[in-house]
């Protein structure tokens, strides 16, 4: 039986806003701790490091969002492990965030003049000190603006939760059209809600680039 679009489908699209941002969070505060060690190791000294995270970077930016979810999601259960669907999607964001926010941050580090790292080198300072004191604190105002901008990307990245079951806000939306068979009216509704989430952060970042976008030399 077809049900009428309501007012009670509108609040379900809208209570399910808050595991879209539930994930998004997850998987941005899981990708910037990985991000951190995947741009540090790909401006490390050491050419081990730099490889290895250089393999990281090209696996998760060279192969689909979706497969990776797939594979966290029903490749568990081939060590006996089963996982629910939030918590392969927030696997899979984090995994897929931190190759992305590393790469970000890999730029904005190498983005340094390199006046600051030849003196840092030249009083002596250990790479960690350095880095600590001089280089990321300065990479780090550079940062802002890209990495509010990945943040959008992700919080559209997280509709691709619904193919392994979970149920934000796209997930949500595709319940209320086959109760409604009303796909433009609901899936509309839903784009607008990306909108809102979305918008205002674009704009963000846009006024963030603007005003940290020179470094000078």
């Given at each position: 039986m077809i049900r009428q679009f309501t007012s009670a489908e509108f609040m379900f699209l809208l209570m399910a806003v808050r595991w879209?941002?539930?994930?998004?969070?997850?998987?941005?505060?899981?990708?910037?701790?990985?991000?951190?060690?995947?741009?540090?190791?790909?401006?490390?000294?050491?050419?081990?490091?730099?490889?290895?995270?250089?393999?990281?970077i090209q696996i998760f930016q060279g192969t689909p969002l979706?497969?990776?979810?797939f594979l966290v999601f029903f490749g568990a259960n081939l060590f006996g492990a089963a996982v629910d669907p939030l918590t392969a999607a927030a696997i899979g964001l984090t995994l897929n965030g931190a190759a992305f926010l590393g790469e970000i941050w890999r730029g904005c580090i190498q983005a340094i003049p390199k006046g600051q790292w030849e003196a840092s080198t030249a009083l002596g300072l250990h790479y960690v000190t350095r880095m600590k004191e001089i280089i990321l604190p300065q990479a780090a105002k550079?940062?802002?603006?890209?990495?509010?901008?990945f943040l959008v990307l992700l919080v559209k990245s997280t509709s691709l939760a619904s193919i392994i079951g979970f149920v934000e806000l796209t997930?949500?939306?595709?319940?209320?059209?086959?109760?409604?068979?009303?796909?433009?009216?609901?899936?509309?509704?839903?784009?607008?809600?990306?909108?809102?989430?979305?918008?205002p952060l674009s704009l963000y970042s846009r006024h963030l680039e603007k005003k940290f976008g020179t470094v000078s030399r």
């Open positions: 879209t941002l539930l994930l998004s969070a997850i998987a941005f505060v899981g990708g910037a701790l990985g991000g951190v060690l995947v741009a540090l190791a790909r401006t490390a000294p050491y050419a081990w490091l730099r490889a290895t995270a250089g393999t990281y979706l497969m990776q979810l550079i940062a802002v603006a890209p990495t509010v901008g997930r949500a939306g595709q319940i209320v059209n086959n109760a409604t068979f009303r796909p433009f009216l609901v899936f509309g509704i839903v784009a607008a809600i990306y909108f809102v989430l979305c918008w």
